[in-house]
């Protein structure tokens, strides 16, 4: 069997219904309740007052997207601004150490499987991002001493805090924890409703879930929202301070894969700055073997590009559909466009040592890593995502994508 293969490891999302809390049925089935959080938006039960300031959320359109589902090292993912300050991650942690605020600060670290005591040490290894895409995450409002989780579609413009493998950890203007979206991404309803009107360039396209990387990042690279030429690296744990900026328009030959595994493919072409994704309802085995890639090999492609593989032999349950043929960076049919890409590429092709931190734990226990200076790491398999993916029918209003 051979299947076409589109390059981030996604599987395709379409959002066209919005729903209540409840959720809603598609072709009869229960859809999972999604409510949707406009940048700029205060929470009804935030954990931190976001009248203090604790985060600055941007004006960011929606990025194009292969499909829905993304690791954390995806390129493209995520942004960055000059602005240092888009997330006071010390004032949260004065905050969260408050004797007076203890209530709060157990519910906070019980949602990310924490002690109470080990916040300081947790939020230092967190990182401040800019949302890229809509993305869809488990929120958590504080009510009643509890932290009450509910799923939530993000807009792109919100500042989060991420963890070294590049999974949403916390929403910056009001503290409330996150986790990953653990819902069935083939069926969602949102609800748009308390002031999160839909955002112009809402659609399907630009829908994310995040799942982490394979391995632990020493540093994320981030495009510049307002410079989308200029990428930024930047260590775990540190605000913006430390970046090192590059050019993302620069250009580098796509790796002869051929004869390679899956897996072996995506290290090179993560490793490259190349976006690596699918067109079916799940990746390919790890050891499926590639045949062919389009773009070939040696075409110059920019920082985020995608490649589109076949594979042979391939046992995941992905589809069979072809996707268009090399597309500009983070989704967009034709030549590149100024969205830019995230990961600059190493400056060998040799894949870059892995970090020194333990294994990471699973996402109810955060990770813990050290900031580093070294170059952006590959990864070591992909991940596995939902089923296919389908159209959600509308229930208070509707989104046509």
Known sequence: MVRRIAVPLVCV?????????????????????????????????PFFDEKEGLGQDATVR?????????????????????????????????FLTDPANRRKAVAWSGVLGLRADQIPGYLDRLTPVLLRHDTLVQNHDYRKGKATPYNSLLQSGIAILVDAR????????CGNPLR???????????????????????????????RPAPRKMERLVLVDVGDPDRGMRRPVGTTGRSDATFDTRTRHPVPDLAGSTFGEARRHLVSGGLAV??????????????????????????????????????????????????????????????SGPTLEPPPSTAPPPSTSAPSPPTSSSPPASSPAS?????????????????????TPATTET
């Open 13 to 45: 999302l379409v959002v066209s219904g919005l729903g209540g809390c409840g959720g809603g049925a598609v072709g009869g089935v229960h859809a999972f309740a999604v409510q949707a959080v406009a940048a700029g938006v205060p929470s009804l039960a």
């Open 62 to 94: 929606s990025m194009p997207v292969r499909g829905s589902l993304q690791q954390g090292d995806t390129p493209g993912l995520y942004g960055g601004t000059k602005k240092p300050t888009v997330c006071d991650v010390a004032r949260l942690k004065r």
């Open 166 to 173: 590049g999974e949403p950890a916390a929403k910056c203007s």
């Open 180 to 210: 990953p979206f653990s819902g069935d991404a083939n069926r969602i309803s949102v609800t748009f409703a308390d002031g999160n009107k839909k955002w112009n360039g809402y659609a399907a396209s630009s829908v994310v879930a995040v």
């Open 277 to 338: 994704g699918y067109a079916g309802s799940a990746p390919p085995s790890d050891d499926a073997r590639v045949i062919a890639s389009d773009p070939p090999a040696g075409t110059p492609l920019r920082f985020g590009e995608y490649v589109t593989v076949s594979v042979a032999g391939a046992t995941s349950g992905g589809g069979t559909s072809t996707p268009p043929g090399p597309t500009g960076p983070t989704g967009s049919t034709g030549p590149p466009t100024p």
């Open 374 to 394: 070294g170059p952006p790491p590959t990864t070591t398999a992909p991940v596995t995502s939902s089923a296919p993916l389908t159209t959600t029918p509308a």
